[in-house]
């Protein structure tokens, strides 16, 4: 280490002064140079005009030229140099904190006053290492060992540690222990004109640390007085998590201190009822601070309140969002506390207001809120606040504009002490979808705490309420649509069995290359198309015969997945199907419920012209998944799922009410016929099922088909024979398929044909007796029996109507099975089997037809119930 110089006892010169020899070694050079050249030109001053002294001298003088020209360039580089280092030892020696620089192998480059005043060092002779000076303390031989890692791995650090002793001698700093703190950085090569320096700063931080501990000590004191204060107390986040609660509050809400750790709780757990929402309505201007008293009920550990009274004070953030706040428990009373004073009373009948099911506010002739209870400013929150209502803010604010009138021509009536008052329905004007009733009572007699009141509001909200009698307003339409449709469809299919029966006569009659034949064959697959679309009301209004069996939607949309790529060709819509795992079974009609699929895969596609995805979705639903799909008119029950999903153009919501109505499209003329999402309604709604779509335009439509779990009880042996899956319900007839036949004629057995409408009627004799059956006719139930009577029970089945005058078709069979129990039975009706099969003795044996119906059918239906 180089010699301290006498103007800076302490320290070691940060410039080097072989910079400076080499300066004066430049300058001698020069001289010695010049001097030569000054030598030679005298020596050869008669033989200048020699080339070759000329040359040597011109080297001299290129020579001198370069050291002058270096001894300039040095001048320059290390007048600033100089002036660098004056100014950095300066700064160095006026630093409060001991600063010593070593290069990489711990040898002393340079040691400030501090640390020199800090290590007791007086002259450069007695400066000591830091190795010198902290190894023989563990703690700090450890904490320097971490730090010249830290250095050789190119990382600044910092370490505190504590000394028995102090570094230098026992002075101002005084005996004892003392706290230092050491870090070190590193100076690069490119700031210290060579290799690498490590920076070692030392401060002696006793006082500090002694600050510290005294500051802890007087917080844990004050902690401890505020845990066993005579109130209680806690303090909560932004979120309403709880970062400290006080012994006192813990003990009076039977909490255990032990198990609480922050933010393990929130305020909603320590408030009972309304109150969370008065805490939450107090917020303080942005930056601010506010404080109000509230009275409310806590929620003891057990379940049970507390009433208490809060002196709540809540911050604000600079951009108005809720801060941290803190909050004192004052007057708490115990469950036997009789003490009726004016205080007591006035905090009951707080807690009481604050705690009813109902918002209550009250105005001022002006309409202006006076006073508001907690339910208040929960339900209208995200519309008026309580800084708003101390503002004078008006009641009609949370009226929806249309609503207004009606709430001034309230405000009138009140004025005038008038009474029943009508209530008022109105949306709240933030969020359409929520619905509200309000009640409004004149102040007759008014109080001396509060003169200026002039009504008092009563809120109730009836969103749910305003749901379910939408629902059943549009259940009760589809329902008497339904009925209209059905009744419709029945009386259309008699019209279109007459003509069915009367076009197989004519067509029996013809030959093919008769003129009439063509018109005859039109005439029958119009009527046909007819049968199809009274089908489609039928399944509407839920009258269609249904032939419920067990299935598996896995295998069912398997087998439809073939043919609903079918009808996706020629167009850009990809089909993508997903399964669910293990789906329940389900049971419907497997025609039926293909059907279902069919025409919702069909409507997607045509909701996306220009093409995209077509998903088919299944999967199983608890009974505790259903509330997630927010429907009030869905059951709690087991349900699989079944969705289909396009990224079409999407249904508008003012149609979306108006789509499973009858005749109801949104295609052009002549491209649907608007029953096919009718239909399914019905078929879904016949399953047992609900139909639930969502829809938002531009994006898309999802329609859920959601059928009940099928469960399937397995008999144990020796008690029955199970239900063979396809078979139909017990005490139902079996449909009469249309399939050939070797042999349809009558071979002279009897018919009694029953039926009110003579059109069909007729026709249906005609067929029979070509098919070689004697056949008697008989326009009701009544007249039925009376034939019967007269043929002496000699007849070999009865073709019977549903629905007919004086006596219908059920009470017909009761009736003639009471003296004929064997007699075969044949239905036929327009309507579903079950709408009567459900009034019959459970053992009842028929036939069914569904009409309309051709002559084949008619012969087919017969003949296999003959011989049955």
């Given at each position: ?10 320290s ?14 430049r ?7 010049l ?5 030679a ?22 020579v001198g030229?370069?050291?002058?020209v270096?001894s ?7 007048m600033?140099?100089?002036?660098s280092?004056?100014?950095a030892?300066s700064f ?5 904190d001991?600063?010593?620089i ?25 400066v ?16 320097l060992?971490?730090l010249?890692n ?5 990382k600044e ?18 005996s004892g222990a ?8 590193l ?21 500090e640390?002694?600050?510290?501990e ?15 204060a005579p ?7 932004r ?45 303080a ?13 806590l929620?003891?550990?057990n ?15 600079r ?26 009373a ?16 009250s105005v001022?002739?002006a309409?202006r809120?006076l ?7 929960k339900?209208?929150s995200n ?19 249309s609503?207004?009138?009606?709430l001034?021509q309230a405000f ?9 008052i009508p ?35 009563y809120a ?8 379910l ?9 589809m329902n ?23 076009s197989?006569?004519l ?10 034949f063509?018109?005859l ?7 046909n198309r ?6 489609q009301?039928?399944a ?20 439809l997945r ?21 789906l329940?079974?389900?049971?419907t009609d497997?025609?039926?419920?293909e059907q ?6 069909v ?11 077509l ?6 639903v ?7 799909f927010?429907s009030?008119?869905?059951p ?25 109505e ?38 898309g ?7 009940p ?15 063979a899956?396809?078979?139909p319900p ?30 069909v009627?007729?026709g249906?004799?005609?067929?029979l ?15 039925a ?43 036929v009706?327009?309507y ?6 459900r ?6 044996k ?18 296999e119930?003959?011989?049955?």
């Amino acid at each position: 280490m180089t010699k301290l110089r006498q103007s800076d006892e302490y320290s070691v010169p940060l410039v080097d002064r072989g910079v400076r020899s080499g300066i004066v070694l430049r300058i001698i050079l020069l001289a010695l140079v010049l001097i030569a050249a000054a030598a030679a030109f005298v020596v050869f001053k008669n033989e200048l005009d020699n080339e070759i002294v000329l040359g040597a001298l011109g080297i001299l003088a290129m020579v001198g030229i370069f050291f002058l020209v270096s001894s300039v360039i040095g001048f320059v580089e290390v007048m600033p140099q100089t002036q660098s280092d004056s100014l950095a030892r300066s700064f160095l020696n006026s630093h409060p904190d001991g600063t010593l620089i070593t290069d990489d192998k711990g040898r002393i480059v340079y040691a400030n006053l501090a640390y020199g005043d800090l290590t007791g060092a007086k002259k450069t002779s007695e400066v000591q290492s830091l190795d010198t000076l902290l190894s023989r303390n563990r703690e700090s031989n450890q904490a320097l060992y971490r730090l010249s890692n830290a250095l050789r791995e190119g990382k600044e650090g910092s370490e505190e540690f504590r000394l028995m002793k102090p570094l230098g001698p026992v002075g101002t700093s005084g005996s004892g222990a003392h706290w230092y703190r050491l870090k070190a950085r590193l100076l690069p090569p490119g700031q210290s004109r060579g290799k690498a320096l490590h920076i070692w700063q030392i401060t002696d931080i006793t006082s500090e640390r002694d600050d510290q501990e005294r500051f802890f000590k007087e917080l844990q004191n004050a902690i401890d007085y505020l845990d066993h204060a005579p109130a209680g107390f806690f303090s909560a986040g932004r979120k309403g998590e709880i970062f400290y609660l006080n012994a006192t509050l813990a003990e009076w809400l039977g909490l255990d201190l032990t198990k609480f750790t922050p933010g393990s709780i929130s305020v909603g757990d320590l408030v009972a009822g309304e109150g969370l929402a008065l805490i939450q309505s107090v917020q303080a201007e942005p930056g601010l601070k506010k404080t109000v008293t509230l009275d409310l009920d806590l929620r003891k550990g057990n379940g049970q309140s507390l009433p208490a009274r809060l002196v709540h004070s809540v911050t604000s953030m600079r951009d108005g969002a809720p801060g941290e706040s803190r909050t004192i428990v004052l007057g708490r009373q115990k469950d036997d506390d009789d003490d009726q004073s004016a205080s007591v009373a006035a905090m009951r009948f707080t807690r009481f207001f604050n705690n009813t099911p109902m918002a209550i506010a009250s105005v001022d002739g002006a309409g202006r809120i006076l006073r508001t209870n907690a339910p208040f400013l929960k339900l209208f929150s995200n519309v008026v606040s309580r800084d708003d209502i101390e503002r004078g803010a008006a009641l009609e604010v949370i009226f929806s504009e249309s609503e207004r009138p009606r709430l001034a021509q309230a405000f009138a009536a009140a004025k005038d002490r008038q009474g029943d008052i009508p209530s008022i329905d109105s949306r709240n004007p933030m969020d359409e979808t929520r619905h509200f009733r309000f009640y409004i009572n004149a102040v007759i007699e008014q109080s001396d705490e509060a003169p200026e009141e002039a009504a008092i509001v009563y809120a109730v909200e009836v969103t749910e309420q305003k749901a379910l009698e939408a629902q059943m307003a549009q259940t009760q339409k589809m329902n008497a649509v339904g009925t209209l449709a059905g009744g419709i469809a029945h009386d259309f299919n008699n019209v279109l069995t007459a003509i069915l029966l009367s076009s197989d006569h004519l067509l029996l009659q013809a030959r093919p290359a008769d003129a009439s034949f063509a018109d005859l064959m039109e005439i029958k697959r119009n009527a046909n198309r007819a049968a199809v679309l009274v089908r489609q009301l039928l399944a509407f209004s839920r009258k269609q015969t249904m032939r419920p069996t067990v299935i598996n939607l896995t295998d069912v949309i398997g087998d439809l997945r073939m043919l609903v790529e079918r009808l996706l060709s020629g167009t850009r819509v990809k089909l993508e199907v997903e399964y669910g795992r293990d789906l329940w079974p389900v049971k419907t009609d497997l025609s039926q419920f293909e059907q279902v699929l069919i025409n919702l895969c069909v409507n997607a596609r045509d909701a996306m012209p220009e093409g995209g995805r077509l998903v088919l979705r299944t999967r199983n639903v608890s009974a505790a998944d259903m509330a997630a799909f927010n429907s009030a008119y869905l059951p709690q029950e087991d349900m699989v799922l079944v969705e289909v999903s396009d990224n079409g153009t999407g249904i508008a919501p003012e149609i979306m009410d108006k789509i499973f109505e009858p005749f109801f499209t949104t295609k052009d003329v002549g491209k649907g016929t608007g029953l096919g999402l009718a239909m399914v309604y019905g078929i879904v709604k016949q399953s047992g099922g609900y139909i639930q779509p969502d829809s938002e335009v531009g994006k898309g439509t999802t329609f859920r088909v959601f059928l009940p779990r099928h469960i399937i009880e397995v008999l144990p042996l020796g008690e029955g024979e199970l239900e063979a899956p396809n078979a139909p319900p017990m005490g139902q007839g079996a449909v009469m398929p249309e399939v050939e036949q070797a042999d349809l004629t009558g071979k002279s057995a009897v018919v009694l044909l029953v039926e009110d409408e003579e059109a069909v009627r007729r026709g249906g004799k005609r067929m029979l007796e070509t098919r070689g059956y004697t056949v008697h006719e008989a326009g009701s139930g009544v007249e039925a029996l009376e034939i019967l009577e007269e043929l002496e029970g000699k007849v070999d089945v009865v073709v019977s109507d549903v629905v007919m005058p004086e006596m219908d078709g059920p009470t017909l069979l009761r009736e003639l099975r009471k003296i004929y129990p064997d007699m075969k039975f044949i239905f036929v009706s327009g309507y579903a089997e079950d709408a009567f099969a459900r009034n019959l003795p459970a053992d009842s044996k028929f036939g069914f037809l569904p009409k309309p119906f051709s002559l084949k059918q008619l012969a087919v239906a017969v003949r296999e119930m003959l011989d049955s």
